[in-house]
């Protein structure tokens, strides 16, 4: 089982395997979810998540398309998760490879695209991060 880290709303969640080496992670800051087009279409963090992770080891991360929770988008929606360190930014699928070691921050963000304008009301994403050691 692969070691994952899950951010969604206000809150991250580490789960820390052994044999992935990872012996920390919190989240350190979060910036809320900006509306960036006059028709409430399109939902992107600007700046992201800063994740701090403590590893013992080179690692990579791979970041998954954001999903909702509670609610369903319509079709045509375009969901984007990205996972970010020292200037280099990985669109999601994508594996970001990690060699320094210690602590160790990371940048999520998320950009949700819909068809339509969103109603009035809350919005909740999940980004999930796959940890793998190199």
């Avoid at 970010?84 to 160790?104: A, C, D, K, Q």
């Amino acid at each position: 089982m692969l070691p994952s880290v899950l951010v969604g709303g206000l809150v991250a969640f580490g789960s820390a395997p052994a044999h992935a080496q990872i012996i920390n992670s919190h989240l350190v800051d979060l910036s809320p979810l900006d509306i960036v087009d006059a028709g409430q279409t399109t939902l992107e963090a600007i700046d992201p998540a800063i994740l701090n992770l403590q590893v013992s080891e080179p690692f990579a991360i791979m970041a998954t398309p954001p999903t909702p929770a509670g609610f369903t988008d319509p079709v045509g929606t375009q969901h984007t998760g990205y996972v970010s360190h020292n200037g280099n930014e990985v669109v999601h699928g994508h594996p970001l490879l990690i060699r320094e070691t210690g602590s160790v921050d990371l940048g999520v963000r998320m950009r949700v695209e819909r068809p339509q304008a969103y109603p009035p009301g809350r919005y909740t994403y999940t980004v999930r991060l796959t940890v793998t050691p190199l």
